[in-house]
């Protein structure tokens, strides 16, 4: 299975700042994925993110609060914009390579605003 | 759109005991069904993989699950459960096509065995 590298692995950060989440895979691939986990919660969808394009978001999410890069088939960052505590979460990066294959996180960043 | 539903929060047993984690699922065309563990301050890892083939998948650790399709249920089981299983453990669904091939997870089960 693939490495996942994930950093921060912890922020406490101020209101109405910014922090920006990186996502290292060990080898290519197609697949990139960012989660959302809030505190008791399970796992929302934020993006996919695509190598060489824009990353498609779910309801709900939108680009200007979490914008995501994607410039090549191993990295990705997500950027969390103008924090407040309901920002205050675990965000996960994710890889997979098809509908049939299981899916691999990195540790996860466990962000909290104040 | 799929959705999966697992109907506990909490699951406690004691050590020694067979375990059950319940998990119902609901897609379009063939379901493919996972099931993944998070201890605390942990990313997820995955545990088993239902694809196809024999309804009962073994997994890491011991762990197995039974692929019901009359009852789309895919629930987790372990003859015999450890403390060091307690954690949380999600189950989740994905199918064939467009955004239909992310995994769609189901809201935990905190398992907890006690000694």
């Known amino acids: 299975s693939a490495v996942i590298s994930q950093k921060p692995s912890r922020d406490i950060c101020q209101r109405g700042t910014s922090l920006t989440i990186q996502c290292q895979v060990d080898?290519?691939?197609?697949?990139m994925f960012w989660y959302r986990q809030q505190p008791g919660q399970s796992l929302t969808l934020i993006a996919t993110a695509n190598q060489g394009s824009e990353a498609t978001y779910e309801s709900g999410f939108v680009i200007d609060k979490f914008p995501i890069s994607r410039p090549n088939l191993t990295f990705s960052t997500l950027t969390v914009s103008n924090m407040s505590p309901e920002d205050s979460s675990i965000y996960l990066c994710?890889?997979?390579?098809?509908?049939?294959?299981?899916?691999?996180f990195g540790q996860g960043t466990r962000l909290t605003v104040v | 759109a799929q959705s999966v539903a697992q109907p506990e929060d909490q699951v406690n047993v004691a050590e020694g005991n067979p375990l059950t984690v319940k998990c119902t699922y609901s897609?379009?065309?063939?379901?493919?069904l996972f099931w993944y563990v998070q201890y605390p301050n942990r990313g997820l890892q995955f545990l088993l993989k239902y694809i196809t083939g024999d309804n009962l998948v073994k997994g890491s650790y011991g762990f197995e699950a039974e692929f019901n399709k009359s009852q789309t249920s895919f629930h987790l089981k372990k003859p015999s459960a450890l403390v060091s299983d307690s954690a949380l453990y999600f189950c989740a669904v994905s199918t064939e096509g467009g955004s239909a091939r992310q995994l769609t997870f189901g809201s935990g089960t905190q398992l907890t065995v006690l000694p």
């Open positions: 994710s890889i997979k390579t098809g509908a049939r294959t299981e899916a691999f």
């Open positions: 897609v379009s065309g063939n379901p493919y």
């Open positions: 080898s290519q691939v197609t697949m």
